[in-house]
Structure formats: structure tokens, C-alpha cells
């Protein structure tokens, strides 16, 4: 089974805002026990300054400024860990969770460092091998703190594996579950997901063997969808909820990167930078399943996938057009 599932509940500490609280599903009410969640639309997720905050504060006189403020430096996003520093990790994962905290609120971190990242594609990098990889995931964790947090860990290090052999695969998956149980050890409020791909990617039953095999049902909290993609939030619901369904645990639930998915996937399912795109619902645990904990912002919008500049770069052209300008 899953890790038991937490739930969101009311902190009247906290003024209104609301928390991840360790309360068992069996705890929830009736609400729960007929398979809906009757969640706060107020829920605060970390907003931690990236760099469209730093774009716009360079930039107060640019005409594009105020729109980019308004629809995409003003909304929570995820933060990454993506570059290999293990003498910096923790701190700069601290930075993050201490600052959370003291607002009262939910980081979202994103865990990036699994070796042979996208396959060696726009995003390649990460640590030198699994040993290292491991080693960088305990100063990761050392970082969480004790309060709650959303981990993604490892985007497409599951749906994108094919460029590994069996025995490759199946170190890398061995090392996820490891990576998730090293998580929950060092903050067992830290709610970690498992890569799904997305809905236009492998079919439900197929993307669940895989997730079997990295250990979702025995380290995992669930899984996401949609990272760094642009599919609608209709079809990313119904393929979440079928690759649950697969899975067979209750515990387990989903949340989904809305960041550009406003006007859908692009003609021909281009992920790279493809034009004409919007930013997509603001994050929120009110959903339209009762498997999906929250819509995220989990990729960054106006940071680049790796064809119109270097993947992770910043384009105010990017974020203007995102942000409907």
C-alpha cells in the first residue's frame, strides 16, 4: 500500500490560509467516505522568486512588464533543483522550505538530477551516476525541514526510460523508490509524486507497469502529470484518474502541471516552444476529480523547453505570449 494519504485541513493558527495536516483518509467524514473532497478554494501554495521575478524587477519600464507580472510572476510555481551542486543543495532547498514556513504556505520543489536526464536531449545533465544521485537526494532532503511540501520527483525519469536497457532501467527505477523513501525519512509531511508522462504519451496500463516497477505503491504519494506539456486539463484528469485506476491503490492520487496549457497542445503535439500558447489554470487544490490533489505550476512559464534558446532560459517574448500578450 501507499503511504497514508494526508489531507488538507484548516490551521485557524494561520489565519485562514490552509495547510497539508496529517489526518488519515479514515478521518475525513462523509465528504470523503462518497469519493468527493470538499477542499478550501483559499489554499496557498509558496510563491519563491525565480526568474521572471528578477526579469521584471530589471525591466519596470518594458511594456510587456505588467502583463508578465500579473499572469505569471504573481502565480506560485515550482522551484527546481536542476543543477548538480552537492555542497549547496541543502541550503538551497532551506531557502526555499524556511520561507515557506514562515508564510504559512506549501512549496512545491521539483527534483531534478536523475543521471541521464531527458535522455541526453535540450535538458540533459544531472548527477554522474546513481551512487552521486542518492548522495545529493540525502542534502535534498536534509533541506525539507519538518513542515509540509510537494516533491516532484525526477520529471520524465520514468515515461522517457527508453534510452536505458533493462538493467539500466531497473537501477534507475530502484534508485527513485530509494530517493522517495530518503524524502519521507527526512520529512514525513513531504508528499512526493511519481512521473506519469502525460496523456498523450504511453497508455494508462503501460505508464502504470512502469510506475510499478519504480515503486510507486510502496514509496510514492502518487503521481503527476503533464510537466513541461501542454495538454488539456479535461484529458489530463481522465488520464490520471485511468492510470489510478490501473494502480488499484486508493491511497494514491495525482496532481497536474497547468502552467501552459490554456489553449491546449499544439498542432501535431509539439512540446518544444511550439507559439500561440496560454498559461492554464491557476494552481488550486479544487479539481475536477477526486483523485487529483491540485492543479500546479509546475513548469516555469517563459523559461524555454531548448529550442528557442538553452532549456530552462528565460524569454520575456515567451512569457508575454504565454501570459496572452
Same mark, same amino acid.
Given at each position: 500500500?501507499?503511504?497514508?494519504?494526508?489531507?488538507? !485541513?484548516?490551521?485557524?493558527?494561520? =489565519?485562514?490560509?490552509?495547510?497539508?495536516?496529517?489526518?488519515?483518509?479514515?478521518?475525513?467524514?462523509?465528504?470523503?467516505?462518497?469519493?468527493?473532497?470538499?477542499?478550501?478554494?483559499?489554499?496557498?501554495?509558496?510563491?519563491?522568486?525565480?526568474?521572471?521575478?528578477?526579469?521584471?524587477?530589471?525591466?519596470?519600464?518594458?511594456?510587456?512588464?505588467?502583463?508578465?507580472?500579473?499572469? *505569471?510572476?504573481?502565480?506560485?510555481?515550482?522551484?527546481?533543483?536542476?543543477?548538480? +551542486?552537492?555542497?549547496?543543495?541543502?541550503?538551497?532547498?532551506?531557502?526555499?522550505?524556511?520561507?515557506?514556513?514562515?508564510?504559512?504556505?506549501?512549496?512545491?520543489? #521539483?527534483?531534478?538530477?536523475?543521471?541521464?536526464?531527458?535522455?541526453?536531449?535540450?535538458?540533459?545533465?544531472?548527477?554522474?551516476?546513481? $551512487?552521486?544521485?542518492?548522495?545529493?537526494?540525502?542534502?535534498?532532503?536534509? =533541506?525539507?525541514?519538518?513542515?509540509? #511540501?510537494?516533491?516532484?520527483?525526477? $520529471?520524465?525519469?520514468?515515461?522517457?526510460?527508453?534510452?536505458?536497457?533493462?538493467?539500466?532501467?531497473?537501477?534507475?527505477?530502484?534508485?527513485?523508490?530509494?530517493?522517495? +523513501?530518503? *524524502?519521507?525519512?527526512?520529512?514525513?509531511?513531504?508528499?512526493?509524486?511519481?512521473?506519469?508522462?502525460?496523456?498523450?504519451?504511453?497508455?494508462?496500463?503501460?505508464? !502504470?507497469?512502469?510506475?510499478?516497477?519504480?515503486?510507486?505503491?510502496?514509496? =510514492? +504519494?502518487?503521481?503527476?502529470?503533464? #510537466?513541461?506539456?501542454?495538454?488539456?486539463?479535461?484529458?489530463?484528469?481522465?488520464?490520471? +484518474?485511468?492510470?489510478?485506476?490501473?494502480?488499484?491503490? $486508493?491511497?494514491?492520487?495525482?496532481? *497536474?502541471?497547468?502552467?501552459?496549457?490554456?489553449?491546449?497542445?499544439?498542432?501535431?503535439?509539439?512540446?518544444?516552444?511550439?507559439?500561440?500558447?496560454?498559461?492554464?489554470?491557476?494552481?488550486?487544490?479544487?479539481?475536477?476529480?477526486?483523485?487529483?490533489?491540485?492543479?500546479?505550476?509546475?513548469?516555469?512559464?517563459?523559461?524555454?523547453?531548448?529550442?528557442? =534558446? $538553452?532549456?530552462?532560459?528565460?524569454?520575456?517574448?515567451?512569457?508575454?505570449?504565454?501570459?496572452?500578450?
Amino acid at each position: 500500500m501507499a503511504r497514508t494519504r494526508l489531507l488538507l !485541513a484548516t490551521s485557524a493558527a494561520l =489565519g485562514g490560509l490552509f495547510v497539508w495536516s496529517a489526518v488519515a483518509a479514515a478521518q475525513a467524514g462523509p465528504a470523503d467516505e462518497a469519493g468527493t473532497r470538499e477542499l478550501p478554494d483559499d489554499t496557498v501554495f509558496y510563491n519563491h522568486p525565480g526568474s521572471v521575478h528578477d526579469w521584471v524587477a530589471a525591466n519596470p519600464s518594458d511594456p510587456r512588464t505588467s502583463l508578465i507580472e500579473d499572469r *505569471i510572476a504573481n502565480t506560485p510555481t515550482a522551484t527546481w533543483l536542476s543543477s548538480y +551542486d552537492p555542497a549547496t543543495v541543502t541550503a538551497d532547498v532551506s531557502a526555499v522550505t524556511s520561507a515557506a514556513e514562515a508564510a504559512g504556505q506549501v512549496p512545491v520543489l #521539483v527534483s531534478y538530477q536523475i543521471p541521464d536526464r531527458d535522455c541526453g536531449g535540450a535538458s540533459a545533465g544531472g548527477a554522474p551516476d546513481l $551512487p552521486s544521485y542518492l548522495s545529493w537526494t540525502e542534502g535534498f532532503a536534509a =533541506g525539507l525541514g519538518s513542515s509540509p #511540501v510537494v516533491v516532484i520527483l525526477e $520529471p520524465d525519469a520514468i515515461a522517457l526510460s527508453e534510452c536505458l536497457d533493462d538493467a539500466g532501467r531497473a537501477e534507475r527505477f530502484g534508485a527513485l523508490a530509494e530517493a522517495a +523513501d530518503i *524524502i519521507h525519512a527526512a520529512n514525513p509531511e513531504a508528499r512526493v509524486y511519481f512521473d506519469a508522462g502525460h496523456s498523450g504519451w504511453h497508455a494508462p496500463g503501460a505508464i !502504470a507497469g512502469l510506475l510499478r516497477e519504480a515503486g510507486v505503491l510502496e514509496s =510514492g +504519494d502518487g503521481i503527476y502529470s503533464n #510537466v513541461s506539456n501542454y495538454n488539456t486539463t479535461q484529458n489530463e484528469v481522465a488520464f490520471v +484518474d485511468a492510470v489510478l485506476a490501473e494502480l488499484g491503490d $486508493p491511497e494514491l492520487r495525482g496532481v *497536474i502541471d497547468t502552467s501552459r496549457n490554456g489553449n491546449g497542445p499544439a498542432p501535431g503535439g509539439e512540446w518544444c516552444d511550439p507559439p500561440d500558447r496560454l498559461v492554464g489554470e491557476s494552481p488550486s487544490v479544487n479539481t475536477a476529480s477526486a483523485s487529483v490533489d491540485a492543479y500546479l505550476w509546475i513548469k516555469r512559464p517563459g523559461e524555454l523547453d531548448g529550442c528557442d =534558446g $538553452p532549456a530552462g532560459s528565460f524569454s520575456p517574448d515567451k512569457a508575454y505570449e504565454l501570459a496572452g500578450g
